[in-house]
């Protein structure tokens, strides 16, 4: 069920749902889903039923399952990794008289639920009259606290409304709860059955705490509560537990207008290497913290990181209320999915759900840190410092695919390549280029060389060696790579994708530079002058396609002489679920951006022309079946002058879980997409840059969209972009005293840090008219219209 | 373990193993296997163990398992089919005194085997000292029927030596034999544990009888077996059975020089369809009249019926007795697997192991045929009609994935797709245009029309009808192929194949000639003008690619500018089981010839420069990894003028199972490999083509055979064709009087039934050197001189 537009209604700081719709749960689930990057809830209402998909996750903890094959063949991965639903903190049960408050019985008279982005909780109010007819109020407030990052808070409140009533209120943990049938759709998590392992269960004075283990990974996780209760007059509490569940009961008796206050606190703690002892004790002293802190002071802490969070991420849209909220929402959860990931993988779901059974992919580094390298440069590194953990595993699997260097990988929680399906796993090398550029960004963008240092150099020279291996020069001396598959998954295993020629070749290029500005690492590493050279040679000698007669790139070699498509017969999207790869694979007929992203990421490398006919072209055939496809297209579609389309793609990006665009936001939100909306909106309309190392913008706004603000930091500078259709201001609002020279339009551009600085907008002059994109597969919004 | 060349002397018509060498059993079982094509029974040792693979199988009788995906995709097959090992009815325990026969305790005196080629029989002879000493002579002879095809017979004879003593005989049906570990080798079956079902079992004066059936496919089968036994006194008969077992037991006591005989018939009756009772009573049937035959009237039958095919068959082999061994060893097998198939599938292990799951291929179409065409026509009129017969299947195929006509199967035993990895199953179109063309060769071969009305036509068309769905015309009109895997598995998924493109052209106008010598029935089929000449347009549009500068065809487009392999690493072979895909897709390294295929079965398309300059570039390309290269290596070597090299390919292909060459032979001998020794010499020396539609000869030997003799059938006109080094001697031997006008060396030549032609041979002047071969992959026989 796809979610209609007046679900949600639009409020700029606020996703409000104002009425339960059943339906929708698995979609709200994820949508009202808090995390911090550590810990992940979904949005299951506190009573644990009905639910769409019951949800708690810990970054990187995973059970490993085998990956089986009908036919197996070398180098194929044989295990997988699952995302685990751990213990289940989230739970509170009420009883109103002997009766379960149930949203599916009695009668429920109003039922509010509140995603509030600079707040960072869910609230939660319910009045319920009980089958027999005891009328009562509920609020709940959720965080999943940003400060604390072991910890989770819920403030409970029943309030007897006409009546005297008896409430009991359950508050739990459960382990092992049972998962809905698993689907047919190869985008869902592999179903694990009781994947936690009992290790204790220990009733305390006010709450109780559970360990388990996975019995294959070997992972340990404590999972403890505590209660803080309050009211009007006498209350029982008592404890109990066992193998999977832990319960403290708090019973009293309320007055008409009286409340019970109930704080939960809930903790995690888990770990591959740590004693059974030592979990249990760090679960006990993030409960100490939390008392400390208590919840208001939680709530205060986390309304802080936020404020703090917006000050350099906000991006205000003026003219496009929907928009406006769309991109603040989809910050909120590449935060969530970020902020506190620190040195684990940022998954493609982050943690709202099981899709991709939570593994991390290109996503990451290709679609999120580009976001957070702006916004929230510290997170950014804590993510490359992951990827730069997994180096020596990434070595390994290089040397089992007679590869030199590092080969990281397609999909992975720990770092292993977990990918089942080699053309579009293995074969899609550009991951290495994705990651080793997102490194060279954080340095460019940041200004900072220490990371570099630390660890980004070995990255740069093990994937350049990557490449050296993987590519060859050809009789004619041009460096060519073959047999690999680009980022449009629908064309794969093939000759000189513009997309991986063009990345692999700034990879090497990057590599080499990189040792030269760090000579003595280099040569540690064993990088000398030859093999820096070679490197440089290979860049240069790159082979790029072109086909002359259509005056466009071919994705990869001879796809301009492919198969059209046929759009005309009624075809069903995804097509990847309703045709064989074979005829895929041989049509031009593209999943997601591929050479589009190329010249968003590698700009440089085609002239305006070419992007006007590249545009054109690869627009009448693409079918946006991925999540990672609108974002870029409202990048270039806003570059070469087609603005109220990019505005649609940039709509589309941002709407895509709030609407459910791709049907399957219920196994949790697309944060890549999610942060796409930043980059439809910044890259796209604000024109921002930086693959030649400059901050280059070039702002242009779409007609619907009135006048429209961002902050970005640039080295030591806090940069505000403030445009309107006919003028560009900047300030410089902190930073050293002095310059900084941005390229403005194409122009060097001085900015100062006295006082702002006012240009004329560059006007977009298109070279083409509005391209036509297959049937049925126009932007969302311009089917709307 | 390799077989040593003296594992078995040689021998113009037996393969004799003078010496038990246990490491040798499972190579051994598949070379001694008997069959019909109906039954096969491996050639284990009566008593049951030890054993390699305990094995019979019945064709056409398996279960079926689910195939697993990690990351399964639309139209990826969900269900496999694995051949079963059937109830072992071969068993016969010997008990002397109270010690069981096993070849591993006691002395084995003396013990040999040997395979009859003209007998149709497997003779067995040991003398063994058991453990108590007590000294016998056993002697079996095994058959199974070609004359009565539910049938196989033992004639079981234990002889008393040096004393008296008390023998006990239990002839056995056991269903459900332990199997050996499974291998990771993914070209090694699927285990089956316990496959089959008890449905009945019953004891009967002389034998028993067992019946099952299979769980998932649903298939029922019966077993009986019936003894006469001949004692030189008293003995005793006793039968005795169980769900999955039944015994005959004999006791007698032998003074010395006296001989227990017992005679063993065996029937299986299978359906999917037939009931019990009627199962039981065909059974049953089936032993009537293996009693009335009697023993010596089934070796009589047997020798008449290989006598037969030998005087169709034979080919005699002067100067090389290796080869000539060999050859009549690879018919022999051939027979085996074809025989009395009878619209069941030719498996690419025939029915000697569970090799491939017992699966058939294109082999069958592609390399068995064009032998059995030859030499056995109503046996390839069986095996198309096979083929025919699962078009509604191949239709089903074709509709799921997107295709018009039919699409018949990578890999099957009843009819269904059961290939796992669609590069190298679903995307092997290739083997439509295989059938088509085998249709076409019974055709012009036998001249019989008949089959093609029967059921021929209608393959053709919907061949051709995938064919149109699959190619499309490019922009300058070309008609091309992308997304499908030719004949090479080592390059997947290209553009352009040349094999298949020119196989489907080929395809193409055979649809279209049919469909004009039948256009009534081709008009019942909706094969209108119109349709048929786009066939024709298409054909001759097809593009082929051709690499100017380096004056070869590359096997698909960009092949020759893909990286060199590199060959002077120490490479593992076969590569498939030590590199992953994606390196082998995007090298130039060849598993088995592909272009080279394409110049032999479409011999026209190539001038003969391009055959020796093709044949040169691939040489030093291929590994040879695929069983189904050498005997294709043979016949071109030996086309562009390398004898020497042709004649070491054709002993490599002879020999694959008489040396274990790929070191599989345990599980099932090679039938196309085998067919390829026939091929190779028929092909290759004897320069047969019939791409044109004409009998085309060009006989040339290399050094190392003197002469040659061999024998065809073209159309009513039996064909003896006798050559030295100097002289072609044709003889009609049979058929209308008359004259037959075949080409000699591209000349016609009348040839007449009134006497024989002698001619001179055409001399060979290759064109270019021998070319050489990767390292360590030059034909076997080359590397031992």
């Known amino acids: 069920m796809m979610i209609a537009d007046e679900a949600f209604p639009v409020e700029p700081w606020h996703v409000r749902e104002t009425k339960l719709c059943l339906d929708l749960l698995p ?45 197996a063949g070398f180098g194929y991965p044989e295990e997988g990794q699952s995302v685990v639903d751990v213990t289940n903190g989230k739970l509170i049960r009420l009883l109103v008289e002997d009766e379960p408050f149930d949203v599916r019985y009695g009668d429920l008279i109003a039922h509010e639920r509140v995603l509030d982005l600079r707040a960072g909780t869910l609230r939660r109010t319910a009045e319920w009259c009980s089958p027999a ?57 592999a179903l694990l059955v009781k994947p936690l392992e009992p290790v204790e269960h220990e009733v305390s004075e006010r709450g109780a705490s559970l360990m388990h283990r996975t019995r294959a990974s070997g992972l340990m996780m404590a999972t403890a509560m505590d209660h803080l209760v309050e009211a009007p007059g006498r209350f029982q509490l008592s404890g109990d537990a066992g193998d999977d569940w832990a319960r403290t009961t708090v019973v009293c008796a309320l007055k008409p207008g009286e409340k019970l206050r109930i704080v939960k606190y809930i903790t995690y703690g888990w770990s591959s290497l740590r004693s059974r002892p030592a979990l249990h004790d760090q679960a006990a002293a993030a409960i100490a913290a939390a008392r400390f802190t208590g919840w208001d002071g939680l709530l205060d802490s986390q309304r802080a990181y936020l404020d703090e969070f917006w000050d350099c991420a906000d991006v205000e849209v003026d003219g496009d209320p929907d928009c406006q909220q769309a991109v603040r929402f989809g910050l909120f959860h590449v935060l969530q999915a970020s902020a506190r990931a620190e040195r684990r993988a940022i998954p493609g779901k982050g943690l709202t759900g099981t899709g991709y059974d939570g593994h991390a992919f290109w996503d990451t580094e290709g679609f999120v840190l580009p976001v957070l390298t702006y916004t929230a440069p510290g997170s950014a590194a ?144 064993g990088a000398g002058n030859e093999e820096i050279a070679a490197w440089r040679d290979a860049a240069d000698a790159v082979h790029i396609p072109y086909d002359e007669e259509l005056g466009v790139h071919p994705q990869c070699e001879g796809f301009t002489t492919l198969r059209e498509w046929d759009f005309t017969e009624s075809n069903d999207y995804p097509l990847l679920m309703h045709e064989p790869y074979f005829r895929l694979y041989s049509s031009q007929v593209v999943k997601q951006t591929d050479l589009v992203l190329a010249m968003h990421w590698q700009s440089h490398a085609f002239t305006d022309e070419q992007k006007a006919r590249n545009v054109d072209y690869y627009e009448r055939r693409t079918t946006r079946d991925s999540s990672l496809s609108a974002c870029t297209q409202a990048v270039m579609c806003a570059e070469v002058g087609h603005l109220e389309l990019a505005h649609d793609y940039a709509y589309e990006a941002a709407l895509i879980d709030l609407r459910d665009l791709h049907r399957n936001t219920s196994d949790g939100v697309h944060v890549a997409s999610l942060a796409g909306s930043w980059t439809a909106l910044v890259q796209g309309f604000g024109g921002l840059r930086d693959d030649e190392k400059m901050l280059s913008l070039d702002p242009h706004l779409p007609p619907g969209i009135t006048r429209m603000r961002f902050r970005l930091r640039w080295r030591n500078f806090g940069v505000v972009v403030d445009v309107d259709h006919d003028t560009v201001t900047y300030t410089l609002r902190d930073g050293p005293e002095g310059e900084l020279t941005i390229r403005h339009a194409g122009q060097d551009l001085h900015l100062d840090t006295q006082k702002p600085t006012e240009v004329a907008v560059r006007p977009r002059h298109p070279l083409l008219p509005p391209p036509q994109q297959p049937p049925g597969r126009a932007p969302f919004r311009r089917s709307r219209v």
């Open 27 to 71: 979609q709200s689930e994820s949508l009202f889903a808090l995390s911090n990057g550590h810990i992940g809830m979904r949005g299951n209402l506190d009573e644990g039923e009905p639910f769409g998909l019951p949800g708690t996750y810990l970054n990187g903890f995973y059970e490993n399952r085998p990956l089986p094959y009908a036919e």
């Open 133 to 189: 007819g005891k009328h009562v109020r509920i609020e709940s407030t959720r965080l999943v606290s940003l400060a604390q990052r072991g910890l989770a808070a819920i403030e409970y409140v029943v309030e007897a409304l006409d009546e005297d009533v008896r409430v009991t209120v359950q508050s739990e943990l459960v382990a092992n709860e049972d998962q809905p049938a698993p689907s047919d759709d190869p985008r869902v998590a």
């Open 382 to 525: 804590d993510a490359l410092r992951w990827r730069a953990s997994t180096l020596d595993m990434a070595r390994d699997r290089a040397r089992e695919l007679g590869l030199k260097g590092a080969c990281f990988p397609w999909r992975t929680i720990h770092g292993e390549e977990c990918s089942g399906y080699w053309p579009a796993g293995t074969a899609a090398f550009h991951v290495n280029a994705d990651i080793a550029l997102a490194f060279e960004r954080y340095r460019v963008v940041t200004g900072d060389q220490s990371l570099e240092r630390e660890c980004g150099l070995n990255v740069l020279v093990e994937t350049a060696r990557m490449w050296m291996s993987l590519g060859h020069h050809d009789r004619h001396g041009r460096w060519r790579i073959d047999g690999v598959t680009g980022p449009d998954e629908y064309t794969a295993v093939v000759r000189d994708n513009v997309f991986t020629n063009l990345m692999a070749a700034e990879n090497l290029r990057i590599a080499a530079e990189a040792c030269g500005r760090n000579p003595d690492d280099a040569a540690d590493l």
